[in-house]
């Protein structure tokens, strides 16, 4: 299955994923009056929503550059992973409303059984799906699907919160429900600022990892003839990264010869990086001090042995 493909089924997957639930936390809820549940449900309508957002995101980011977007239309994951974030903090606050109603006023619950039930096949319906999702994301190194994904875990946390607040209520320990609904928003609440941060980091061309630096460092100065390497630049944009550099070679070598060098430094970066967009400059040696910016990390390529 292609990159696009795998990116449209996991929206699709998340899309049906969060309207069986809502169905099924409905149907719980009617039965159940319970807040705990209702929280749940809550959640499940913001998971759709989420869902809803990815299902367009993904399919805008994944468009070609066009004569309006050169760069593309990657940073739309980003979008939709900051979008995610702000209904998983709106979630967290609506439930703590209702935390709070619950701790000064408890209730009893008509049907337990039936939510524990509904709250059991959700975990195993959510499993699933974070489990597809968490293939996908390794797969692809898309944000808003990881966003997705780790929104959807959190929700395998709600539900057995959830699940043991409606045995202790059943049980006679009213304040239970709200004490695990406290510590699950907590949860999610983080949950949603480590999401916001990764969609920044995108959204303001942050540098990709320093280990990826390393490996685009060893590729370029692998290459024979190659004397060393300067300012490079990396971003990334939804799926692909954009990489620039400075190659430095010998005052003296032919054009011919210097583009032959640098398809070659592409062609080793591509094969590590397959979605990467690569532009590479070329200096000679004797002035590459000169092309060095004030904020540029400069490397040299090791002696030959030969």
Same mark, same amino acid.
């Given at each position: ?39 749940? @449900? %809550?959640?499940? @309508? ?69 939510? %524990? ?45 959830? %699940? ?143």
């Amino acid at each position: 299955m292609s990159h696009g493909q795998l990116l449209k089924t996991a929206t699709w997957a998340s899309v049906l994923v969060a309207l069986g639930l809502i169905m099924l936390k409905t149907w719980a809820w009617e039965n159940t009056q319970s807040v705990s549940l209702l929280a749940s @449900l %809550i959640d499940s @309508l913001m998971d759709s929503a989420a869902a809803l957002i990815n299902f367009f995101a993904v399919r805008y980011a994944m468009a070609p550059a066009d004569k309006e977007h050169r760069f593309g239309h990657g940073k739309a994951e980003a979008l939709a992973g900051l979008g995610q974030a702000l209904l998983i903090a709106l979630s967290v606050v609506w439930l703590l409303s209702q935390t709070l109603g619950r701790l000064v006023q408890p209730q009893a619950l008509q049907d337990a059984s039936t939510g %524990i039930g509904v709250m059991l096949a959700s975990m195993v319906i959510t499993a699933m799906l974070v489990l597809f999702q968490r293939w996908v994301v390794r797969r692809t190194q898309s944000t808003a699907i990881a966003a997705d994904s780790l929104h959807y875990t959190s929700d395998l946390l709600m539900n057995l919160g959830v %699940i043991i607040a409606l045995i202790l209520t059943q049980a006679g320990y009213y304040g239970a429900d709200p004490y695990l609904a406290l510590i699950i928003g907590a949860y999610v609440l983080y949950s949603a600022w480590g999401i916001a941060r990764n969609a920044f980091h995108l959204l303001l061309d942050h540098e990709l990892s320093d280990e990826q630096r390393q490996t685009i460092t060893d590729l370029a100065l692998a290459q024979p003839q190659v004397l060393g390497m300067h300012d490079l630049r990396s971003r990334q944009s939804g799926h692909m990264q954009f990489i620039q550099l400075h190659l430095e070679l010998q005052d003296d070598m032919r054009l011919i010869q210097a583009h032959c060098v640098a398809d070659a430094v592409e062609s080793r970066i591509m094969t590590a990086f397959p979605h990467a967009d690569v532009i590479i400059h070329l200096d000679p040696v004797s002035i590459a001090q000169q092309e060095i910016h004030a904020q540029g990390e400069h490397y040299q390529a090791s002696p030959s042995t030969d």
